[in-house]
């Protein structure tokens, strides 16, 4: 068994991390890069699934370090000082190890940045025939990408970027929800209502998403749902990596506000505009026009709100 232990509340959601994050002793250098937000906050929520490529093709630590170099067009791993050549063995690690955690029912994951096995942006890539540039992928990080398209994945140094963290975090939920939700056997009837629930944070992500997914979901009855799911699940997720901004969110409010429109008297209803307007413009966060409208929803309720 592969996870971590934490709290037993949070079994349920598994990420799949590097190693060294977790605070334990797998770096070049004996070391290790223990992030305190992972390992405290975000331990109270998510069960890890540790993962150190350079650790389990049996290198060791400490250990020679290494780099990316592109040679003749391929990105190859290559020792800094013997400049042993372990491509072809990080290759045929990944291509195994990614298939092997398909038994943990991931519903994420995070890599450790400039690594050259799992930083997944910018990773530092050498090159005899032009200068140094940085637009390369660990060759783990690469394999995992490939294997699983959908899964959530993020980098801890932009974990540091609080809306890069809150993204990553939604489309985790996200990816547990749908997980959840495909391991129920669903049919037509049940993507409807799955889709129901979800509309509304899609939209606040991306109109154009939105629209294609009630597209998908309004010919599921017409086709195999086993044909439909994946396309949705490629679509939703898709949907959830567009960053949403106030604007967005604030379109979101006014369509919800819409379902009050006939139930709420006018002063009510200035109250609303001129909360979400002011969460519009900066001046207060989020949570404070949603608190109102779920008020007013309790006392007049729509049941797919």
Same mark, same amino acid.
Request: charged residues 25%; aromatic residues 8%.
């Given at each position: 068994?592969?996870?971590?232990k934490?709290?037993?509340?949070n ?6 991390i ?5 605070g334990?002793?797998?770096?070049y ?5 223990n ?21 389990e093709?049996?290198?060791?630590s ?5 780099k990316?170099a592109?040679i003749?067009g391929?990105?190859?791993l290559?020792?800094?000082?013997t ?7 990080m290759?045929d690690y ?15 994951f ?11 942006f910018r990773?530092?890539v050498?090159?005899d ?7 390369g992928?660990?060759?783990?990080a690469?394999?995992?990408m490939?294997?699983?398209?959908d899964?959530?994945?993020e980098?801890?140094g932009?974990?540091?970027?609080w ?6 975090i939604?489309?985790?939920f996200?990816?547990?929800? @749908? ?6 056997h669903?049919r037509?009837?049940?993507?409807v ?9 899609i939209l ?11 597209q ?7 086709k ?19 960053h949403?901004?106030r ?14 429109k ?28 949603l ?7 309790r006392r007049?309720?729509v049941? @797919?709100?």
């Amino acid at each position: 068994m592969t996870i971590s232990k934490q709290k037993e509340s949070n079994a349920e959601i598994h990420i799949g991390i590097s190693r060294c994050l977790l605070g334990e002793n797998v770096r070049y250098d004996g070391g290790h890069k223990n992030d305190s937000f992972i390992t405290g906050t975000l331990s109270n929520y998510f069960s890890w699934v540790p993962v150190c490529p350079e650790m389990e093709i049996g290198l060791g630590s400490p250990r020679e370090s290494m780099k990316l170099a592109e040679i003749n067009g391929t990105l190859h791993l290559i020792t800094n000082k013997t400049a042993q050549d372990l491509t072809d063995t990080m290759n045929d690690y990944a291509k195994t190890r990614t298939a092997e955690l398909q038994k943990e029912s991931l519903h994420g994951f995070i890599l450790k940045k400039d690594s050259p096995s799992c930083g997944i942006f910018r990773v530092r890539v050498h090159s005899d025939s032009e200068s140094n540039h940085r637009n390369g992928r660990g060759l783990f990080a690469e394999a995992l990408m490939s294997q699983y398209p959908d899964l959530p994945m993020e980098e801890e140094g932009r974990l540091q970027d609080w809306k890069l963290r809150e993204n990553f975090i939604e489309r985790v939920f996200s990816y547990y929800r @749908w997980l959840n939700f495909v391991n129920s056997h669903p049919r037509a009837k049940d993507l409807v209502k799955f889709h129901m629930q979800q509309k509304l944070a899609i939209l606040a992500h991306s109109r154009t998403h939105y629209q294609k997914l009630g597209q998908l979901v309004a010919q599921a009855g017409k086709k195999q749902i086993t044909k439909v799911l994946p396309e949705y699940r490629a679509l939703y997720m898709s949907a959830l990596t567009v960053h949403t901004t106030r604007r967005k969110h604030a379109d979101v409010l006014y369509h919800l506000l819409g379902y009050l429109k006939k139930v709420v008297d006018s002063q009510d209803k200035a109250e609303l505009i001129e909360t979400i307007e002011k969460y519009r413009c900066g001046i207060i966060p989020l949570i404070v026009p949603l608190t109102l409208l779920n008020h007013h929803f309790r006392r007049h309720p729509v049941s @797919w709100v």
